[in-house]
């Protein structure tokens, strides 16, 4: 499986490496969008719709570990690597505590970033586009972007959390039909054990909050089975 597509949040003062960098994923088919600081990385973060972030530590305005946490604050889910010139042992346990999944001291090879990127990407279950790379939707009078987490009625906009987009996306693109609450769980968790089956539920309880003022749109209960999605 190749990871062509993904898009990359990278973070780097460095101009001339991450000038480097940058073309270099470029060219082995990654989506990069590169911002020179923390804050500017932030901002970009909030924005848009990222598969991964490379974030270098020591930088202006706001350094690695405060955007990792801000990072992880809006999506417990996508993975995070550090880029650093530090090696020493705290350093790397300070940046893993902030829910980073690797660490990568500079200088680093392009190769194996790019192995490292393809082992994150394969753990979060990136899938190349396909028959499900519809974006947006329209449910009545809602307004739904996949790409950018949001749900839109009448001018008033909903921000969804990484799950709430997946599962949402997830019904859109199987409308009337019977999804199995297992399926669901292995599609959207990886696993469908008891206690996500459990946060199943409070996921569908919060989309139909959100979906309530369209009657037109529904997530049915299918009992013992699962769910149908109506959105006439």
Same mark, same amino acid.
């Given at each position: 499986?190749?990871?062509?597509?993904?898009?990359?949040?990278?973070?780097?003062?460095?101009? %001339?490496?991450?000038?480097?960098?940058?073309? +270099?994923?470029?060219?082995? !088919?990654?989506? *990069?969008?590169?911002?020179?600081?923390?804050?500017? !990385?932030?901002?970009?973060?909030?924005?848009?719709?990222?598969?991964?972030?490379?974030?270098? *530590?020591?930088?202006?305005?706001?350094?690695?570990? /405060?955007?990792?946490?801000? @990072?992880?604050?809006? %999506?417990? $889910? &996508?993975?995070? &690597?550090?880029?650093? /010139?530090?090696?020493?042992?705290?350093?790397?346990?300070?940046?893993?505590?902030?829910?980073?999944?690797?660490?990568?001291?500079?200088?680093?090879?392009?190769?194996?970033? @790019?192995? #490292? @990127?393809?082992?994150?990407?394969?753990?979060?279950?990136?899938?190349?586009?396909?028959?499900?790379?519809?974006?947006?939707?329209?449910?009545?009078?809602?307004?739904? $972007?996949?790409?950018?987490?949001?749900?839109?009625? #009448?001018?008033?906009?909903?921000?969804?959390?990484?799950?709430? /987009?997946?599962?949402?996306?997830?019904?859109?693109? +199987?409308? +009337? #039909?019977?999804?199995?609450? $297992?399926? &669901?769980?292995?599609?959207?968790?990886?696993?469908?054990?008891?206690?996500? !089956?459990?946060?199943?539920?409070?996921?569908?309880?919060?989309?139909? #909050?959100?979906?309530?003022?369209?009657?037109? *749109?529904? @997530?049915? %209960? *299918?009992? !013992?089975?699962?769910?149908?999605?109506?959105?006439?």
């Amino acid at each position: 499986m190749t990871y062509s597509g993904a898009h990359i949040l990278y973070v780097e003062d460095d101009i %001339n490496l991450s000038f480097v960098t940058k073309d +270099n994923l470029e060219k082995h !088919g990654f989506q *990069v969008t590169h911002c020179a600081d923390g804050l500017a !990385g932030e901002e970009c973060f909030k924005k848009g719709f990222f598969d991964l972030c490379l974030l270098d *530590v020591m930088m202006p305005k706001r350094d690695g570990f /405060a955007l990792a946490e801000i @990072i992880r604050a809006q %999506n417990a $889910d &996508i993975p995070i &690597i550090f880029l650093t /010139a530090k090696s020493m042992k705290e350093d790397r346990l300070a940046g893993l505590r902030t829910g980073a999944d690797d660490y990568l001291t500079k200088p680093f090879s392009i190769e194996e970033l @790019i192995l #490292k @990127i393809e082992v994150f990407l394969r753990r979060s279950k990136y899938s190349e586009p396909g028959a499900e790379d519809q974006k947006q939707f329209t449910l009545g009078a809602f307004q739904f $972007d996949y790409e950018k987490y949001t749900l839109t009625h #009448k001018g008033e906009e909903q921000k969804l959390t990484q799950k709430e /987009a997946q599962l949402l996306h997830y019904f859109c693109v +199987n409308p +009337n #039909k019977v999804l199995k609450r $297992d399926d &669901i769980l292995v599609k959207i968790w990886g696993d469908d054990d008891y206690f996500l !089956g459990r946060s199943l539920d409070v996921f569908i309880s919060r989309l139909r #909050k959100y979906l309530r003022p369209e009657t037109s *749109v529904k @997530i049915d %209960n *299918v009992h !013992g089975v699962g769910f149908v999605f109506k959105a006439d």
